[in-house]
């Protein structure tokens, strides 16, 4: 199991910028691949984008792919989201989830979850 604990979410208008940060603890969270899912309100939870352990391996959801990019920081129990050219649609919670070893972009894989983070976009 580890913990995750994001930052950097907030209040943007329509075409700015965030960065939202994830760092995960407890026992060898650099073996874990992380990954951003995001919920709006009334919606199911949504895939965004996700990296493997190691980090060589990312993925990012069609919908957010040229202004979204993810990347596992160093040492590798971080993962940041950039996210650009940020649109009102992109208004949701903001959730990191690890889990062992392997990548998916599936959130009934994840058993490691943080709590979340607010991010609104103005028009």
């Known amino acids: 199991q580890v913990q995750l604990v994001e930052s950097g979410g907030g209040l943007v208008p329509a075409g700015g910028s965030l960065t939202l940060s994830c760092v995960a603890s407890?026992?060898?969270?650099?073996?874990?691949?992380m990954a951003w899912f995001r919920q709006a309100p009334g919606k199911a939870r949504e895939f965004v984008a996700g990296?493997?352990?190691?980090?060589?391996?990312?993925n990012v959801a069609a919908s957010v792919r040229g202004r979204f990019t993810v990347s596992k920081g160093n040492p590798k129990n971080m993962v940041n989201l950039q996210m650009n050219s940020l649109q009102p649609e992109d208004t949701a919670v903001y959730y990191c989830?690890?889990?062992?070893?392997?990548?998916?972009?599936?959130?009934?894989?994840?058993?490691?979850w943080g709590q979340g983070t607010q991010v609104s976009v103005s028009s």
């Open positions: 990296t493997s352990s190691s980090g060589a391996y990312i």
């Open positions: 407890g026992r060898t969270p650099s073996s874990y691949a």
């Open positions: 989830a690890a889990r062992q070893y392997s990548f998916s972009d599936r959130s009934d894989q994840y058993g490691n």
